[in-house]
């Protein structure tokens, strides 16, 4: 009788098992570019989330661009990854009661033409911590094209020049159309060694660029030597401390709000070249730095994703990282956008502060 009993168990356990890999994908890619386009062959894979994204399924579209999946396990945290004309799409995968997961992606033909890429916005900051500068920019890209398209250049989406003196490769982050999460993305040199770039693919709507470099500041003087890539209109730069002083062709200081000096800076055209030296200032404690990564964290550059590997202490650090960096940015914004009238001397804005 007991052996009878434990074979029942066996039995259960094992249909229970079965069970929990019934999982099904159902959906379709759309092609928002030119629907008659159907995005047929597409390869699919299911991405088990935890331990590194690992693949535990493959496929492809059907004739149509419908996609069906089976046996997938419901139990665990799954992202559906589809590639179409080379841009990898992704949609994270929630089962209904009965086990179906449904999805419907949309996909763009591709450009490699930058004729509808604008530049929105750029916000540049540089910060005196230790022995070097800390140099951030942040670029805001606007895809215009219609129909849709992403734009996609095996010569690079994005391009910075690269500093004097750089002492470690920039490390670049964007943010998606729609995303709230950045993405790490390996910074290639160029051939000429003069500048950096990414290849990421640059979908339809804003995308935010983040590129950080570290400059030598030592003897506490260091000239930056910046190309355009891109027409850019008039935009800000924030320096912290105030007291480490910028001077260049048509930099002007605005402001001086809680600790930092904002500058402006006329506009520049593309194949343009700006010189702005830096010079003094009072470093600012490491733990403060733009970007900085929270204790405990560590992120692992993964082509076009970012893994974290949280200790107990730092298990927030992808949020805790942008937040120091939103604090750095921020008074930066706040400056630049007070309406007209309410002080713009570096005097009237200590005075309005005082208690």
Known sequence: MKTVRLILI?????????????????GRLVNRTDPSILPSGAPLEILELEGGMRT????????????????????????????WRGVPYHAPLAFDAAGVARVELEVYETTSSDADIR?????????????????LETWTLHNRSRPPRIYADPAGTFRISKAPGILQPPRMRVTAPDSTMPLVQP?????????????????????LIEAE????YADRAYTFVKKFHRDVEAFHIGVLPADMLLEGAGIER??????????????AGAGTEAAWT?????????????????????????????????????RNALVIGPLLLLAFILPLWYACNRPPGRGRT??????????
């Open 119 to 135: 530049v929105e916005k750029v916000q540049m900051a540089f910060q005196f911590s230790g022995d070097r500068i800390q140099a």
């Open 187 to 207: 910074a290639l040199e160029s051939a000429d060694g003069e500048s950096y770039y990414t290849l990421y693919p640059l979908r339809p709507g804003l995308t």
């Open 10 to 26: 066996l039995i259960l356990s094992a249909a229970g098992a079965r069970a929990q890999e019934r999982g099904v994908v159902e």
């Open 278 to 314: 830096f010079s003094g200032g009072t470093p600012v404690p490491a733990a403060s730095a733009p970007g900085a990564s929270a204790p405990g964290a560590e992120e692992a550059e993964e082509g076009d994703r970012v893994v974290a590997r949280p200790s107990a202490v730092g």
């Open 346 to 355: 570096a005097k009237a804005y200590s005075e309005k502060v005082k208690p």
């Open 213 to 216: 470099q570290a400059l030598p």
């Open 56 to 83: 535990i399924r493959s496929a492809v579209t059907d004739a149509a661009g419908g996609v069906r999946i089976e046996g997938l396990p419901r139990s665990e945290r799954l992202m559906l990854r589809a590639s």
């Open 254 to 267: 605005v402001e001086s709000p809680g600790g930092m000096a904002v500058y402006s800076s006329p506009a």
